[in-house]
Nanobody, 125 residues
């Protein structure tokens, strides 16, 4: 079983920055990828970005590419999502997820096995 906990959300003005953290606790030694998704009110959950276990492969959605950066600290089982140049349309609940099954960096929510409860990010105009 893997427990996933996000932190770092909040309220920020447009153009500002936030850093989200996600810690995964596990008893498995299987390699895994960790991904970020977001869901705005009335919209489907969408892929933001993900990183593989070694940190050698990172995928981003086109909507955040160049503004958001994912990094990973394997000693802490923690992934970070640095969000810069935030826009009101980035407002959403941000979820962290863990994939223990696929050898690639998945971009589909259904490919992820464990999810956190989410953290709210609100960007004011």
């Amino acid at each position: 079983q893997v427990q996933v906990v996000e932190s770092g959300g909040g309220l920020v003005q447009a153009g500002g920055s936030l850093r989200l953290s996600c810690t995964a606790s596990h008893r498995t030694y299987r390699p895994y990828a960790m991904g970020w998704f977001r869901q705005a009110p009335g919209k489907q959950r969408e892929f933001v970005g993900a990183i593989n276990s070694r940190g050698s492969t990172i995928n981003y959605s086109d909507s955040v590419k160049g503004r958001f950066t994912i990094s990973k600290d394997n000693t802490k089982n923690t992934v970070y999502l640095q969000m810069n140049s935030l826009r009101p349309e980035d407002t959403a609940v941000y979820y962290c997820a863990v994939d223990i099954d696929h050898p690639w960096v998945a971009v589909v929510a259904n490919d992820y096995d464990y999810w956190g409860l989410g953290t709210q990010v609100t960007v004011s105009s």
